[in-house]
């Protein structure tokens, strides 16, 4: 299953599967993606806090100009 995952060149799957003994195919596979998903959410947390820190402003904002009913 692992040989289906669109990887880099420079990835070595059978590298990996060395340094994990008793792992099949699937194994391998779900331990890739759940690298790869860490990876994305550490490589945009930053993205993602300074979207977080632009919400607060506008909200704080719109509770400012709405306030004085």
Do not use: N, Y
């Not at 599967?17 to 990876?39: M, N, R, W, Y």
């Amino acid at each position: 299953m692992a040989h289906k995952l669109r990887l880099s060149g420079g990835f070595d799957v059978r590298k990996i599967a060395k340094q994990a003994p008793g792992f099949v195919g699937a194994d391998l596979a779900s331990l890739i993606k759940e690298a790869a998903v860490l990876a994305i959410a550490h490589l945009t947390a930053p993205v993602k806090a300074g979207v977080d820190a632009v919400l607060k402003e506008v909200v704080i904002f719109a509770f400012k100009v709405s306030w004085p009913l």
